[in-house]
């Protein structure tokens, strides 16, 4: 065993006995609950968005205003959509990414 480490592991606070961890230790209880990814702001805004359509509709944003390629966008709209319940589709050409609440439309 090197005797770095185990000098290392040996280390005590004075007084309490209890090892030194470089680390803190907090209550479970204590810890952030959830996450908001890099995508969080513009996904709640398009589903708030899409809650507001008549039925039959769709959005069309332009790809420029996305903060991110589409394809990321997509999968985290498909994660926050799943995770609400709503099947929502989308649907994109080279200028603009269009999504709508309901299965995909048949041509």
């Known amino acids: 065993m090197n005797r770095g480490a ?4 040996e280390k005590r606070s004075a007084g309490t006995g209890q090892v030194k ?9 204590d810890l952030p609950h959830g996450r908001q990814g890099k995508h969080h ?3 709640l805004e398009l589903l708030d968005e899409i809650a507001k ?7 069309k944003i332009a790809l420029s205003d996305l903060p ?3 394809a990321n966008i997509r999968s985290a709209l498909s994660r926050a ?4 319940g709503l099947s929502v589709s989308t649907s994109s050409d080279d200028k603009h990414f269009y999504m709508w609440v309901g299965p995909p439309v048949a041509r």
């Open 68 to 70: 991110d390629n589409k």
């Open 21 to 29: 961890s470089k680390y803190t230790a907090i209550s479970q209880r």
């Open 6 to 9: 185990a000098n290392k592991a």
């Open 81 to 84: 959509s799943q995770k609400r």
């Open 41 to 43: 702001s513009i996904v």
């Open 53 to 59: 359509l008549a039925p039959g509709q769709a959005l």
